[in-house]
């Protein structure tokens, strides 16, 4: 279901401007409207192939790549007491505590998505049904 979390997270990237192009420009991306509608966009996409099952290890990795900046350009400034982000609303809000609670959710996200870049697809996957109907082609074709 790693899919389903990240498809919401683009999902509301577009819908809730304070997690988009917001969120960017308080963390000083350059082009922060491009740059939300390109991370929504691939969470969105990325987040429907992986339900789906399809080029799981490839969105995998992406999602890898995406989970790391985005704990690198959050997590540090939470640390050092820097963040233009709003703190949490309960102690510890900034320090190595700080960031150990809020880590929580991008570390979730980024091994689960190491994980089907390692493990692949499921048995139930479309990555696994082309696979098999792959097989079954060559069986047929080499039987003739």
Not at 120 to 127: E, F, K, N, Q, T
């Amino acid at each position: 279901m790693a899919g389903s979390v990240f498809l919401w997270e683009g999902v509301m990237k577009f819908v809730f401007a304070n997690q988009g192009v917001g969120r960017f420009t308080k963390l000083g991306f350059p082009f922060p409207g491009a740059t939300a509608d390109l991370v929504a966009t691939i969470e969105i996409v990325g987040g429907v192939l992986l339900l789906a099952g399809l080029q799981t290890r490839l969105v995998g990795l992406v999602f890898v790549g995406e989970m790391i900046v985005a704990v690198l350009s959050t997590k540090i400034s939470m640390f050092l007491g820097t963040s233009p982000l709003p703190l949490p609303p309960v102690p510890p809000q900034t320090g190595f505590w700080a960031v150990l609670h809020e880590v929580r959710s991008e570390f979730a996200q980024m091994f689960v998505s190491l994980f089907l870049v390692v493990e692949g697809p499921g048995r139930l996957s479309l990555d696994a049904w082309r696979k098999r109907s792959e097989r079954r082609g060559r069986v047929v074709a080499t039987t003739r």
